[in-house]
């Protein structure tokens, strides 16, 4: 059996958090869903008392949309005086503290032994690149193929284009292990079109679909459209589920 190199956790729509060898990384979390069916489990992941014992945590936000940033996350850090915050330079936050990072798309950081690019979005804010205890890790944000039907054919012609530019850049990272990408219902037909594109472009180890709220049958969807393309897709069935790379 080969070594497990992460644990990954869904949270909710675009939050998730991964364990790694030396590290607790959390990404754009918005809410913990209402436990109230089969798609939701309690979770302890976050509570006070885990996040306290956790070591090295580093908290990212891609961009500033309510679904994507919680101002809640600001309080781990009274549970862990260590936390780094990691955000794009859209968010706007009133203090100012040494443990609060922003980053803009271009930029590369460094923060121990964990590295840091900002990627654009074809939203506001921006993507992550993570290179962290051997592993590249990539979240997307809102970066997506947003094909909208109540848009011009023109509008659409030119979301495709910054679309393709963005991947092409991140085209040139050798190897992500990790990638977390927007599968969105609300696209109707064209949901799973900017996945597959990043997919086929990227050849991610493992791709992780997320954007979706609470329509988690989507993901099956997009799992078996990319099996069938000989890519690692995983299907998300409840809010605490756990991932094993």
Excluded: C
Excluded at 22 to 31: E, G, M, P, R, S
Excluded at 51 to 74: C, P, R, W, Y
Excluded at 129 to 154: M, P, Q, Y
């Amino acid at each position: 059996m080969e070594k497990i190199k992460a644990k990954i956790y869904y949270i909710y729509h675009s939050g998730f958090a991964i364990k790694t060898k030396n590290h607790f990384l959390i990404f754009d979390y918005y809410k913990e869903p209402i436990e109230n069916d089969d798609t939701h489990k309690p979770s302890v992941l976050l509570s006070p008392e885990n996040i306290e014992q956790m070591k090295n945590v580093v908290v990212f936000a891609s961009h500033s949309h309510e679904d994507h940033f919680n101002s809640s996350i600001l309080e781990w850090e009274n549970y862990n005086s260590n936390i780094k915050y990691i955000f794009s330079s859209d968010i706007t936050i009133n203090k100012n503290k040494p443990s609060y990072n922003f980053i803009e798309e271009g930029e590369e950081r460094t923060f121990d032994d964990l590295y840091v690019k900002a990627y654009g979005s074809t939203d506001i804010g921006i993507s992550f690149l993570v290179k962290v205890d051997g592993l590249t890790i990539f979240h997307a944000g809102d970066l997506n193929l947003w094909r909208w039907k109540e848009d011009s054919l023109e509008e659409q012609s030119l979301a495709e284009s910054s679309f393709k530019a963005h991947i092409d850049k991140l085209s040139e990272e050798k190897s992500i292990d990790i990638a977390f990408f927007p599968v969105d219902p609300r696209l109707q037909e064209a949901y799973y079109v900017g996945g597959e594109y990043f997919a086929k472009k990227i050849q991610p180890k493992l791709l992780i679909p997320m954007h979706f709220g609470e329509e988690v049958n989507i993901t099956s969807k997009f799992a078996d459209k990319m099996r069938k393309q000989n890519i690692n897709a995983v299907q998300i069935d409840y809010s605490g589920q756990e991932i094993i790379y």
